[in-house]
T-cell receptor, first 115, second 113 residues
Framework: EAGVVQSPRYKIIEKKQPVAFWCNPI?????LYWYLQNLGQGPELLIR????????DSQLPKDRFSAERLKGVDSTLKIQPAELGDSAVYLC?????????????FGPGTRLTVL | GENVEQHPSTLSVQEGDSAVIKCTYS??????FPWYKQELGKRPQLIID?????GEKKDQRIAVTLNKTAKHFSLHITETQPEDSAVYFC????????????FGGGTRVLVKP
């Protein structure tokens, strides 16, 4: 079974430029998460989708960040415009939510560097 | 919201010795506590988890203990091996709230041969 796929793996952009990250979850997983991981810290949730609905986006900086999960499968996270402080690893995770302790499987992440 | 603190931030042990990582959480309603291992440049992977209705869980060389009264839980690794070197993250969540994980700051474990 293929794991969570993310692309690109690395991205270097100049500040004020837009950037987009893509995530393909494990087949059949109805829940998708985007996390931000700063260097030396634990992941922090940005947004959680159940199917195509964003059910928790309270920590997403909506002035510059947006996300979508059309058709409840793949997801895209966008930053426009990027700032220096956005440099981090963006992790996507997925799970099959059955109401129990459903393991979240992480992708390899996209390492963003904003110059 | 939930706040998870993790200690120590770095841990160096001799191969064969034990390693213990401790976490405290703030939300008494949290009832699920997973531990993730992240090797350098790789994705976090679940190594063990525990629910609040259990006090201890063991899987080969790793074990997790939970003290709900004190709101802390710990990861124990016995007979450490060089491949145990990684960053370990604890997390806490309320399963009824969609399993939103709040992570600790991580512990970098180095096992010296």
């Amino acid at each position: 079974e293929a794991g969570v796929v993310q692309s690109p793996r690395y991205k270097i952009i100049e500040k004020k430029q837009p950037v987009a990250f893509w995530c393909n979850p494990i087949s059949g997983h109805n829940t998708l998460y985007w996390y931000l991981q700063n260097l030396g810290q634990g992941p922090e949730l940005l947004i959680r989708y159940e199917n195509e609905e964003a059910v928790d986006d309270s920590q997403l900086p909506k002035d510059r960040f947006s996300a979508e999960r059309l058709k409840g499968v793949d997801s895209t996270l966008k930053i426009q415009p990027a700032e220096l402080g956005d440099s981090a690893v963006y992790l996507c995770a997925s799970s099959y939510q059955s109401g129990g302790a459903d393991e979240q499987f992480f992708g390899p992440g996209t390492r963003l560097t904003v110059l | 919201g939930e706040n998870v603190e993790q200690h120590p931030s770095t841990l160096s042990v001799q191969e064969g010795d034990s390693a213990v990582i401790k976490c405290t959480y703030s939300d008494s309603a949290s009832n699920y506590f997973p531990w993730y291992k992240q090797e350098l440049g790789k994705r976090p992977q679940l190594i063990i988890d525990i629910r609040s209705n259990v006090g201890e869980k063991k899987d080969q060389r790793i074990a997790v203990t939970l003290n709900k009264t004190a709101k802390h839980f710990s990861l124990h690794i016995t007979e450490t091996q060089p491949e145990d070197s990684a960053v370990y993250f604890c997390a806490a969540s309320r399963l009824a709230a969609g399993n939103k994980l709040t992570f600790g700051g991580g512990t970098r474990v180095l096992v010296k041969p």
